[in-house]
């Protein structure tokens, strides 16, 4: 069994920043990309940020220049730094990855979810 545990969020004011990370533990022989999505009320799921094992990155357009996705591999943890928070940044934020377990099978496992709320 993989998990990953998420911690970080709770609420901001606009322009504030907050720092999420995402650790993963359990029958990890390795993990390949990582990355964080959010869903809104009423929203769909969508991307956030992706980094991969060779720590290539890719953002949404929404998050791009406030956003810093990164890993430590040998923590197999995920941190997403978000400055200049805005009020549609509010969601619960997932953590995701693409993991090869030590049986040698690999297995997609997402967070349980962090809620970040941007408000003054």
């Known amino acids: 069994q993989v998990q990953l545990v998420e911690s970080g969020g709770g609420l901001v004011q606009p322009g504030g920043s907050l720092r999420l990370s995402c650790a993963g533990s359990?029958?990890?022989?390795?993990?390949?990309?990582m990355g964080w999505y959010r869903q809104a009320p009423g929203k769909q799921r969508e991307l956030v940020a992706v980094?991969?094992?060779?720590?290539?990155?890719n953002y949404a357009d929404s998050v791009k220049g406030r956003f810093t996705i990164s890993r430590d591999n040998a923590k197999n943890t995920v941190y997403l730094q978000m400055n200049s928070l805005k009020p549609e940044d509010t969601a619960v934020y997932y953590c995701?990855?693409?993991?090869?377990?030590?049986?040698?099978?690999?297995?997609?496992?997402w967070g349980q979810g962090t809620v970040v709320t941007v408000s003054s």
């Open positions: 995701n990855a693409d993991v090869l377990q030590s049986n040698l099978m690999k297995v997609q496992v």
């Open positions: 980094i991969t094992t060779g720590v290539s990155t």
């Open positions: 359990g029958s990890i022989f390795s993990i390949y990309a």
